[in-house]
Nanobody, 124 residues
Framework: QVQLVESGGGLVQAGGSLRLSCLAS????????MGWFRQAPGKEREFVAA????????DYADSVKGRFTISRDNAKNTVYLQMNSLKPDDTGVYYC?????????????????WGQGTQVTVSS
């Protein structure tokens, strides 16, 4: 079992920045690919970013590429999502997730464990 706890959400003006953190506990953190997803009101959960275990390769949704950065600190069992140049469309609940696989990481069903989510609200 892996437990995930997100933090760092909040209210920010458009153009501002936030850094989300996700602390993992349980089984070996470094063996999991970590992802961030988000869900806006009335919309389906969507992929934001992922970082693979092992080679540390990253992947981003086109809507956040160049503005968001995912990183991980295996010594601290933590994955981060640095969000810059935030837009109102970035508003939603952001979820951290862990996957034991290396493929199809944009698909939520590939993830085995999920956090409870943290709210991000970007005002215009």
């Amino acid at each position: 079992q892996v437990q995930l706890v997100e933090s760092g959400g909040g209210l920010v003006q458009a153009g501002g920045s936030l850094r989300l953190s996700c602390l993992a506990s349980g089984r070996t953190f470094s063996s999991y690919t970590m992802g961030w997803f988000r869900q806006a009101p009335g919309k389906e959960r969507e992929f934001v970013a992922a970082i693979r275990w092992g080679d540390g390769n990253t992947d981003y949704a086109d809507s956040v590429k160049g503005r968001f950065t995912i990183s991980r600190d295996n010594a601290k069992n933590t994955v981060y999502l640095q969000m810059n140049s935030l837009k109102p469309d970035d508003t939603g609940v952001y979820y951290c997730a862990a996957s034991g696989t290396l493929v199809q990481l944009r698909i939520s069903g590939r993830y085995d464990y999920w956090g409870q989510g943290t709210q991000v609200t970007v005002s215009s």
